[in-house]
Nanobody
Framework: QVQLVESGGGLVQPGGSLRLSCAASGRTFSSDVMGWFRQAPGKEREFVAR????????YYADSVKGRFTVSRDNAKNIVYLQMNSLKPEDTAVYYCAAGRRAGTSPAVFDSWGQGTQVTVSS
C-alpha cells in the first residue's frame, strides 16, 4: 500500500497559479502511475492528469491541457501539479492517487490521498 499526502491548496484569484504537491511513501515501487483527480461539490470525481515514475509523457484532461503541468521528483518521491491560469470552474478538492495501470477512471487507482481544497474566486 502506498501512502499519499497532498499539500499546496488554497484560495486564489482567477488567472492565478497554485502548485500542489503529493508526497508518496510505502510500496511506491509497486505503483508506477501517479494521477491527479478533482471533485467539485455535487459532481463526480474527475481525472486531471497522470505521470509515471518510470518516465514517459504525461497525460492531461482536455479541460486542463495547456494550463496544468504534472511533474515528479523521483529522489524525493513527490509528484507536483502546477496549475496556471486558474478559473472558477477549477474549484474542487484535488486528490493524488497511485496505481499500477494507466487510465482516467478512479477505479484504476489503488491508493488515495486525503485531498486538498482549491478555491478559485475573486
Amino acid at each position: 500500500q502506498v501512502q499519499l499526502v497532498e499539500s499546496g491548496g488554497g484560495l486564489v484569484q482567477p488567472g492565478g497559479s497554485l502548485r500542489l504537491s503529493c508526497a508518496a511513501s510505502g510500496r511506491t515501487f509497486s505503483s508506477d502511475v501517479m494521477g491527479w483527480f478533482r471533485q467539485a461539490p455535487g459532481k463526480e470525481r474527475e481525472f486531471v492528469a497522470r505521470i509515471r515514475w518510470s518516465g514517459g509523457s504525461a497525460y492531461y484532461a482536455d479541460s486542463v491541457k495547456g494550463r496544468f503541468t504534472v511533474s515528479r521528483d523521483n529522489a524525493k518521491n513527490i509528484v507536483y501539479l502546477q496549475m496556471n491560469s486558474l478559473k472558477p470552474e477549477d474549484t474542487a478538492v484535488y486528490y493524488c492517487a497511485a496505481g499500477r495501470r494507466a487510465g482516467t477512471s478512479p477505479a484504476v487507482f489503488d491508493s488515495w490521498g486525503q485531498g486538498t481544497q482549491v478555491t478559485v474566486s475573486s
